[in-house]
C-alpha cells in the first residue's frame, strides 16, 4: 500500500500522453468528468439541476453589472481629464486605487468565504458597492481626490463577490459541466467590459455629461436619467438573497455532505504556497492581468490620439464624439473576442484533455503567447491603418481571453475544498498586485515621461503612449512561460486533491514532523510516520 506521504510524481510528458497513463486518465473521467451526475449533485446539495444553473445565471448577471462598473471609466476617461484637468498619470490612478483596494481585501473575504454564508457576505459587498459607485457619480470637478477615495471604496464590493462566486460554482458542479458553468460565469468579464466602454460612450452622448455613465449601473432603465434608482443594484442583491442557495462545500468531490476538516489560516497559506500549480498558474494570470488592466484603460485613448495624429478627427471641442466613438467600436470588439476566447479556450482545453492531461496550462500558455506580437503589431499600424489596427487588437484579444475560465478551472481542481475561497483571493492578491493595480498607472507614467521634453503635439502624445503600450507585449511572453512551467506539475497537484477529497490522502500536520528527544532517558512515544527504516 503506498504511503501517504510518497509524493506524486508527474507520468505524462508536456505535449503528449504516454501509453502507461490511458489507465489513470480513465479512472479520472470516470470520477470528474463522466461522474457529474444531476441525481448525486441533488441528492448531496438538495439542489436540482435547472436550480444550480439558474443561480449561475444570477452570479453571471452580478459578474456583468460588476465589470461594467469598472470599465465605464475608461469609456469616458478622455471627458474626465477635461473635467479634471489631469494628466495621463493621474488618470492611471483612477484604476490603480480600486484594484488597490479590490486585492487588498480580497484575501478578507477569502478568509470568511471559506468559513461563513457566502450568499449573506455577496449579498453585503453588492449593496455597499451599488451604493458607492452611485455616489461617485456626483463628485464636483475641484476634489478629484473624492472620486479617487470612491473607486477605491467600490473596491470592498467587488472583493467579497470575485472570491466567493467562483467556489459556490465548484460546490454545484463536476468535471465538464463544471468547466462549462465557470465559462458562462466568466463571460461576464469580455461581456461586461466591453458594455462599460459601448454604455459609457453612449450614455455620455445621450446625456451630454460624463457623470451620468457611472450611474447607469445603478439606474432604473424604465425611468429618464433625473429619475435615477439603484434599481440594477437592488435587483442584484434581490436575486441573490432569493434565488442563490448555499451549498455544502466540496460536498459533489467527496460524495458527503458531512463536515470537512478545517485548518488555520497560517496552515492554508502555507499549503497555498507549496501548491505549484496554483502559484506557477497565479504568475501566468498576473501577466494576463497586466496586459489586460492597460489595454483596458488606455486602448480607447490610444485609439483616439491615432486619429488625431493622422488628422481623421478633431479636438476642437472637448465634447466631440471622436473619442467616444473609439470606445464603442473597442467595446463592441472586446465583446465579441471575449465570448469567442472564452468559449473557444475551454472547448480547445476539454477535447485536447481527452490525449493530454497537461492541456488546460498549455492552452492558456499558447494564448498569452500568441496574443503578444498581435498586440504589438497593432500598436504599430496604428497611425497608418487603423483597419489593421482592429483587426490586430481582434486576434489579440480572442487569444487573451483563452484563458479566463481555464485558470479558474485550475485553482478549483487544485486546491482542496476549504481552501478554495482564500484561494481565489490570493490569486486575485497576486494578479492585481503585480499586475493592473499597476499597469495603468505605469503605462501612463512612462508616457510622460517620454512626452517630457518634447514639444506638445498630437503625434508627440500618440508616440508616447504607443511606445508605453509595447511593454504589455514582452509581458504576455513572460506570463506564457508561467503557464508552460504550471504544465510540468499540475497532473501531480490535480490528483493529490482529488485523493484528499476523497479521504485517501492526508497532509501532514506540523506536530507530525517534529520528532522529540526525551531528556535524561526517559521513553517516549513518537508517530510511526516519523521512524526511519
Not at 381 to 389: D, E, W, Y
Not at 410 to 419: G, K
Request: proline letters at 5%; a negative charge.
Amino acid at each position: 500500500m503506498t504511503s501517504q506521504r510518497q509524493p506524486f510524481a508527474d507520468t505524462a510528458p508536456i505535449l503528449a500522453q504516454p501509453d502507461d497513463t490511458e489507465d489513470e486518465e480513465k479512472e479520472g473521467a470516470k470520477l470528474g468528468r463522466e461522474g457529474d451526475g444531476e441525481g448525486d449533485v441533488l441528492a448531496i446539495t438538495g439542489i436540482s439541476s435547472p436550480r444550480a444553473i439558474f443561480i449561475v445565471g444570477v452570479l453571471f448577471f452580478v459578474n456583468l453589472l460588476n465589470y461594467m462598473d469598472r470599465f465605464t471609466v475608461a469609456g469616458v476617461l478622455t471627458d474626465i481629464e477635461h473635467f479634471f484637468t489631469i494628466d495621463d498619470s493621474k488618470s492611471g490612478l483612477l484604476q490603480t486605487v480600486f484594484i488597490s483596494s479590490y486585492m487588498v481585501l480580497a484575501p478578507i473575504f477569502g478568509y470568511l468565504g471559506d468559513r461563513y454564508n457566502r450568499k449573506y457576505l455577496m449579498c453585503i459587498g453588492i449593496t455597499f458597492w451599488s451604493i458607492v459607485t452611485l455616489g461617485s457619480s456626483f463628485t464636483p470637478k475641484e476634489h478629484f481626490w473624492l472620486l479617487l477615495l470612491t473607486r477605491g471604496l467600490v473596491g470592498v464590493g467587488e472583493a467579497s463577490y470575485s472570491t466567493i462566486a467562483p467556489t459556490i460554482i465548484a460546490d454545484l458542479f463536476l468535471g465538464d459541466r463544471r468547466s462549462r458553468m465557470l465559462s458562462i460565469f466568466y463571460f461576464a468579464i469580455p461581456v461586461g467590459s466591453g458594455l462599460g466602454y459601448i454604455v459609457g460612450s453612449k450614455v455620455r452622448d445621450v446625456t451630454g455629461d460624463w457623470h451620468w455613465a457611472l450611474r447607469v449601473p445603478q439606474t432604473d432603465p424604465l425611468y429618464s436619467p433625473p429619475q435615477v434608482t439603484p434599481g440594477l443594484g437592488v435587483l442584484a442583491v434581490i436575486l441573490l438573497f432569493t434565488v442563490v442557495h448555499e451549498p455544502p462545500r466540496g460536498a459533489v468531490e467527496t460524495h458527503s455532505d458531512a463536515p470537512l476538516q478545517y485548518t488555520s489560516w497560517i496552515t492554508d497559506l502555507r499549503a497555498l504556497s507549496h501548491n505549484r500549480s496554483f502559484v506557477l498558474s497565479s504568475l501566468g494570470f498576473t501577466a494576463v492581468a497586466f496586459v489586460t488592466g492597460s489595454l483596458a484603460l488606455w486602448a480607447p485613448a490610444f485609439l483616439h490620439r491615432s486619429r488625431l495624429a493622422t488628422g481623421s478627427c478633431s479636438d476642437v471641442l472637448p465634447e466631440n464624439s471622436c473619442g467616444n466613438s473609439e470606445s464603442l467600436t473597442f467595446g463592441i470588439v472586446t465583446c465579441v473576442t471575449g465570448v469567442l476566447g472564452v468559449s473557444s479556450g475551454v472547448e480547445i482545453s476539454r477535447r485536447w484533455h481527452r490525449t493530454n492531461p497537461r492541456a488546460d496550462p498549455l492552452v492558456c500558455a499558447a494564448g498569452l503567447i500568441g496574443s503578444a506580437p498581435f498586440l504589438f503589431l497593432a500598436l504599430v499600424f496604428a497611425q497608418s491603418s487603423i483597419t489593421f489596427t482592429y483587426v490586430f487588437i481582434f486576434i489579440g484579444e480572442t487569444l487573451l481571453s483563452l484563458n479566463w475560465a481555464i485558470v479558474a478551472d485550475i485553482l478549483l481542481y487544485v486546491v482542496i475544498p476549504t481552501r478554495r475561497s482564500t484561494a481565489e483571493a490570493f490569486q486575485i492578491l497576486l494578479s492585481h498586485l503585480l499586475g493592473d493595480a499597476g499597469s495603468p498607472y505605469l503605462i501612463g507614467l512612462i508616457s510622460d515621461r517620454i512626452q517630457d521634453g518634447r514639444p506638445l503635439s498630437h503625434l508627440s502624445q500618440f508616440r508616447s503612449l504607443e511606445y508605453a503600450l509595447m511593454v504589455c507585449a514582452f509581458v504576455g511572453v513572460i506570463g506564457g512561460a508561467f503557464f508552460l512551467a504550471t504544465a510540468c506539475f499540475i497532473q501531480a497537484d490535480r490528483k493529490r486533491t482529488e485523493l484528499y477529497a476523497q479521504g485517501q490522502f492526508h497532509e501532514e500536520s506540523e506536530s507530525e514532523d517534529r520528532i522529540v528527544v526525551p531528556q535524561r532517558g526517559r521513553s517516549t512515544k513518537v508517530p510511526v510516520s516519523s521512524v526511519l527504516i
